[in-house]
C-alpha cells in the first residue's frame, strides 16, 4: 500500500502530525497509524480550553486491535475539536489529512516544530528505510 506524506505538515515519530497555518495548530494522526490500527472504534479528545503539552498524552484512539495513547505535536490550547469524528470515530481512515483531524489548537510557540519531522523523515522512519 502506498501512503500519504503531506509536505506541509510536521510528524512525530509517535505518528501524529500538525499543520502550522500562523498561530493555529491542526493535529491529526497518519494515514500510516490509522492503517496499522485498523477499525477505529473510540476516540477520546481534550475539552476546548485545555492546554496540551508537547510530548504528553491527550487523549487516547482505540480500535478492535489496540488503545493508543495520541501524544501532542505541539504545546497549546485547545481551541476546536472535531466533534464530527467523535461521534464517528470510524471515519478517521477516510481523509486523516482533511476531514479528518482531531484537534485545533493555539500555538504557544510555534518554533516547537523545529524538531519535528519532515514528510521524507516520516516516510523513512515508518517504510525502514
Known sequence: MSFEYPQDLKYQDTHEYVRLDGEIGTIGITE???EQMGDVVFLELPDIGELLTKGETFGTIESVKAVEDLNAPV???VIERNEALIASPEEVADDPYGE?????VRVNDADEVLDSLTADEY?????GE
Open 32 to 34: 500510516f497509524a490509522v
Open 75 to 77: 504545546t497549546g490550547t
Open 100 to 104: 479528518a483531524w482531531l484537534l485545533k
Open 123 to 127: 516516510r523513512a522512519l515508518v517504510e
